[in-house]
């Protein structure tokens, strides 16, 4: 099947930098990226959607100058944790969709956030 | 809104035996997908079955089986002769065609299942 790589798979960082987050279609060119949170035993939050050449969708409650979103190739999406806090602390996963199928997702590894 | 509703938070059963986990979705398209992923420890999203709504017939994987009920809005999933390697949490999932024509999965709250020797 499709591989996305998520990278990195965890990361610890002081309170108040930047964190960048990178997903990669390796074999397939997405035209569409998903950016999902999810906290300890529960479910994945779709945060915004990312589109190739275009400014990312953000969904409710999400605040878009907090968590910038880059699509700025067929295969890249970067996720940018500004000014991290501890609250922002949380398991980030990426997803990517090919063009020909508005039904796939491929999931990447997930990125484990740390913010001390 | 589309919303997903699994109503199990946790399940065990005994390795070799069935069980079924339950989901109830809530949608006014006719239109749509419907998946069930399994999240193993590693936290890596793995597909396991995917159903699509203008089908009536139930889809099929190996051990696992839907009984999707579309006029009860109901998409369950059977797991047969259960394994170790099954232990997961397990999450329902819709598929819209609204958004953007590019269709975004709304996640159920997910049920965590034990496999037990």
């Known amino acids: 099947g499709a591989v996305v790589s998520q990278h990195p798979s965890r990361v610890i960082c002081k309170s108040g930098t930047s964190v960048k987050i990178e997903c990669r279609s390796l074999?397939?060119?997405?035209?569409?990226m998903f950016w999902y949170r999810q906290f300890p035993k529960q479910s994945l939050m779709l945060m915004a959607t990312?589109?190739?050449?275009?400014?990312?969708?953000?969904e409710q409650g999400v605040e878009k100058d907090k968590f910038l979103i880059n699509h700025a190739s067929l295969t890249l999406s970067t996720l940018t944790v500004t000014s991290a806090h501890p609250e922002d602390s949380s398991f980030y996963i990426c997803?990517?969709?090919?063009?020909?199928?508005?039904?796939?997702?491929?999931f990447g590894a997930g990125t484990r956030l740390s913010v001390l | 809104a589309q919303t997903v509703t699994q109503s199990q938070p946790e399940m065990s059963v005994q390795e070799a035996e069935t069980v079924t986990l339950s989901c109830t979705y809530d949608?006014?398209?006719?239109?749509?997908?419907l998946f069930w992923y399994k999240q193993p420890p590693s936290r890596q999203m793995i597909l396991v079955i995917r159903?699509?709504?203008?089908?009536?017939q139930n889809a099929t994987e190996n051990r696992f089986s839907v009984n999707f009920q579309k006029a009860a809005k109901s998409f369950s999933l059977k797991i047969s002769d259960s394994q170790l390697g099954d232990t997961a949490m397990y999450f329902c999932?819709?598929?819209?065609?609204?958004?953007?024509?590019?269709?975004?999965?709304?996640f159920g709250q997910g049920t965590e299942l034990s496999v037990k020797p």
């Open positions: 997803s990517a969709r090919p063009p020909e199928g508005w039904k796939v997702q491929y």
């Open positions: 990312s589109n190739e050449g275009s400014k990312a969708t953000y």
């Open positions: 999932a819709f598929l819209t065609r609204t958004y953007n024509q590019g269709g975004k999965l709304i």
């Open positions: 949608t006014s398209e006719s239109n749509y997908y």
């Open positions: 159903q699509e709504a203008y089908k009536q």
């Open positions: 074999d397939f060119q997405a035209t569409t």
